[in-house]
């Protein structure tokens, strides 16, 4: 059974441009939640898309933004990058977040803004 | 206050022995609750998963679970220097989908 799945694995970005990230999450799990990784703040929710609706959000600004497809791969974008989001970004795959379901994570994408 | 509080270490335990993680949490209303570890470049990867009160064993590995007193933990018999890693504690509350984790805790296994 494949895992959670994301891309890119590396990438670096000059500050002010955009990036976008994928995940696909385990085969049958329609849950995909994000979450930003830095040594100063560890693991901060993101947002947590089900069925291609955002259930749930973080507290970060509006540059910080995701979607999901009907196959329940998920999509997150942050546009004007600065240097502080540099950082590991993770996805977590879920049958259902939040209904006493396992929830596990790839590999995650490593940022690095300059 | 935060949420979710682990004692940050470094916790050194002898290889062979038990090596014992905590975690409390503030809402009352947390409903599932997860530990992972985490080697340093990696990601998490799930180690135990509890929602009932009381012990879950999963070989070296055991959670146990104390709602009334809001403390999770986890304990690893047997502690082997591959356990060397970040121990992070996350809950899951009741119908708010998202991971609330604590800031992790280091674990050294010395051999």
């Known amino acids: 059974k494949a895992g959670v799945t994301q891309t890119p694995r590396y990438l670096i970005k000059t500050r002010g441009q955009q990036v976008t990230l994928s995940c696909s999450p385990i085969s049958g799990h329609r849950s995909v939640s994000w979450y930003q990784q830095t040594p100063g703040q560890g693991l901060q929710f993101l947002f947590e898309?089900?069925?291609?609706?955002?259930?749930n959000k973080g507290n970060f600004p509006g540059r910080f933004s995701g979607r999901q497809f009907s196959n329940s791969r998920s999509e997150m974008n942050v546009s004007t990058l600065e240097l502080g989001d540099s950082a590991l970004y993770l996805c977590?795959?879920?049958?259902?977040?939040?209904?006493?379901?396992?929830?596990?994570f790839g590999e995650g994408s490593w940022l690095t803004v300059v | 206050q935060k949420e979710v509080e682990q004692n940050s270490g470094p916790l050194s335990v002898p290889e062979g022995a038990i090596a014992s993680l905590n975690c409390t949490y503030s809402d009352r209303g947390s409903q599932s609750f997860f530990w992972y570890r985490q080697y340093s470049g990696k990601s998490p990867e799930l180690i135990m998963f509890i929602y009932s009160n009381g012990d879950k064993e999963d070989g070296r590995f055991t959670a146990q679970l104390n709602k009334a007193s809001q403390y999770v933990s986890l304990l690893i018999r047997d502690s082997q220097p591959s356990d060397s890693a970040t121990y992070l504690c996350a809950v899951v509350d009741f119908g708010n989908e998202k991971l609330t984790f604590g800031t992790g805790t280091r674990l050294t296994i010395i051999p």
């Open positions: 898309y089900f069925s291609e609706t955002q259930r």
């Open positions: 977590a795959s879920s049958l259902d977040l939040g209904k006493g379901n396992t929830i596990y």
